[in-house]
Each structure stands twice: as structure tokens, then as C-alpha cells.
């Protein structure tokens, strides 16, 4: 459908209304991606799960965003990317930058006095918007695991925890698919076998798990013709599969926090905090000092 042959009718603002709905109850979790809200549309049973569909909801919230029916910043597309290499105005405006973020960010490392060293690994970085505020609460490591990870990216991981003399526990979030199911097992056999890895590493799935997809909506494209993985999915699983995306959010941040509070030292946690409220108290001291010499 080009420009020129769209328009605002009855059938499209019906829908746009759908979507501007699951876009406000998200609203916390903005920007948003088109997969997360087409998933949230096909739940609610407002649209049909299918290719045609996909591509229709991509254009209607693309007119939507032109025409000024939604917010730009309600959505972003996580594929492009652009750095912003501009400089300073003067002297003045550079010291005004800086100051601005003078002392601020402080984060104390909570996990300093664990026994366990965590990370959460999730298939899908079109949802790190939903599980990195989270993480950060509890001052753990997100990791981005798109596709099969590839040898330089196990061996940051090898790298980041050598330091570690406790167990090494990674939190997996993926989808219930061929490639989603075997991509820990592979990632382990690489770490294990092939990189010689001798650290005690406890890969666990917290999701998806086949009792996860109850209830949930299918993902027609999940079996590709000529995957390789797929017959042995088929075998254990059956011929359906699922995307992350298709849990609720609430569900979602529920099985992350009760994951990662199952094998932390909750007490040790909470002194952490407790030292980094009384730390942030003092720097705020400095800056307000920093103040005063600047003449801000």
C-alpha cells in the first residue's frame, strides 16, 4: 500500500485505537517494538496471527506516527543505530554538560558478597527495555544472546567470569522453538568442550518452557523448512512453537525477579543497598560543594 493509497478509514482507526490501547498499558516499558505490540493485539484478540496481519499493523503505526495519531518515542526500531559525534558549544556549555552528570550514576556492585555469580541471557534484545530495569535493581549482567553466540562472544563470557571462584549461573530467557531450545546446549558444548572451560556453570531455562506456552499464542513461522533442529523439536515437543514475545510483561518481570531472588542471598542483597543509599547521600554532598565553586 503506498502513500498515496492510504487513508484514514473506519477499519484502520478502529485498530490504530487497539493498538494505541496495548501502547498505554505498556506506556512504563516505552519505546516499544512492533513485536511486542503485535503480540499484545493477536492476545487480545484483536487482530489474527499472520504474516498479512504483521505487515499490515507495521504500516498502519507507521502512518499513525507521521500523521501525528501516536507519540515517535512511543516506538523504536533496535536495528538502526546512530552515534552522535557532535561537539561542544564553548567552554561554558561543556562545563554545564559535565556537571549534569557530576558524580551521578554511582552504582554499587550488590553481588559483591554473593556466593553465586548470575547472569540473564535473553534470546531477544527487542525486549531488553522490559528486563535490563530490572537487572539493574539487582545489579546483574544482561546479556544479549541473538542467534547462536559466536566464538569471540563466549569467550567475553569465559573472560568475565574468571575471576569467579563460585558457581556461575545463567538465567535463560528464549524462545520455545528448534533454535531456541538448542541454543544453551550449544553454547555449552562450545564453553565446555571446545574452550576448555572447567567452571561449575548451571544453565537454567526460566523461560519459554513448554508449560510456559499454555495458553499463549503460536508462532506460525517457528518451524522453518530445512531447520536442521527441527525434527528432533517435532519429536519431543510436537510442531508448535512459540516466541518470547508472546508472554505478558507481567509474566515476564514475575519469573525474571522470583529467578533471580531464588538463588541470591537476599540478606547480603539488601545490606548492599542499604551501604549504597548511605554513599549516595555523601556524593550528593560533594556535588552540591562542586555547586558552589562552579557558580551554577
Known amino acids: ?13 478502529l485498530k490504530l485505537e487497539k493498538a494505541k490501547e496495548v501502547i ?3 506506556k512504563q516499558y516505552k519505546p516499544l517494538t512492533l513485536r511486542q505490540i503485535y503480540y499484545q493485539l493477536v492476545g487480545k484478540g484483536y487482530i489474527d496471527n499472520n504474516p498479512s496481519q504483521y505487515i499490515y499493523l507495521s504500516k ?9 495519531l501516536i507519540e515517535w518515542e512511543d516506538m523504536e526500531d533496535r536495528s538502526r543505530v546512530i552515534k552522535n559525534n557532535e561537539g561542544d558549544q564553548d567552554k561554558q556549555s561543556f562545563l554545564k554538560y559535565e ?15 554473593q556466593e553465586n555469580y548470575i547472569e540473564v541471557w535473553i534470546e531477544k534484545d527487542a525486549l531488553s527495555s522490559i ?27 569465559k573472560e568475565r567470569i574468571s575471576t569467579h571462584s563460585g558457581p556461575i ?79 505478558s510483561v507481567e509474566k515476564l518481570t514475575s519469573k525474571l525477579k522470583e529467578a533471580i ?3 541470591i542471598d537476599l540478606d547480603s542483597f539488601t545490606e548492599q543497598k542499604r551501604i549504597w543509599k548511605k554513599e549516595l547521600k555523601q556524593l ?6 562542586a555547586k558552589e565553586l562552579l557558580g551554577f
Open 261 to 263: 531472588e531464588e538463588n
Open 1 to 13: 500500500m503506498s502513500r498515496q493509497e492510504w487513508n484514514w478509514k473506519e477499519k484502520n482507526l
Open 169 to 247: 549461573k545463567i538465567l535463560y530467557f528464549g524462545d520455545f522453538d528448534p533454535s531456541g531450545m538448542e541454543m544453551i546446549p550449544a553454547m555449552e558444548t562450545t564453553v565446555k568442550d571446545e574452550m576448555k572451560l572447567e567452571q561449575d556453570i548451571e544453565y537454567i531455562q526460566i523461560a519459554l518452557t513448554k508449560k510456559d506456552c499454555k495458553g499463549l499464542i503460536q508462532n506460525p513461522d517457528s518451524i522453518k523448512a530445512g531447520d536442521t533442529r527441527a525434527k528432533k523439536f517435532i519429536e519431543e515437543y510436537g510442531e508448535h512453537g512459540y516466541e518470547l514475545d508472546a508472554m
Open 24 to 26: 498505554e498499558e505498556l
Open 99 to 113: 556537571y549534569r552528570n557530576f558524580l551521578l550514576g554511582y552504582r554499587r556492585d550488590f553481588m559483591q558478597t
Open 60 to 68: 498502519l503505526l507507521k502512518f499513525a506516527r507521521i500523521d501525528g
Open 131 to 157: 528486563f535490563n530495569p530490572i537487572c539493574i535493581e539487582y545489579g546483574i549482567n544482561l546479556v544479549i544472546c541473538r542467534g547462536f553466540s559466536s566464538t569471540s562472544f563466549l569467550l567475553d563470557f
Open 284 to 289: 550528593n554532598e560533594l556535588r552540591n560543594k
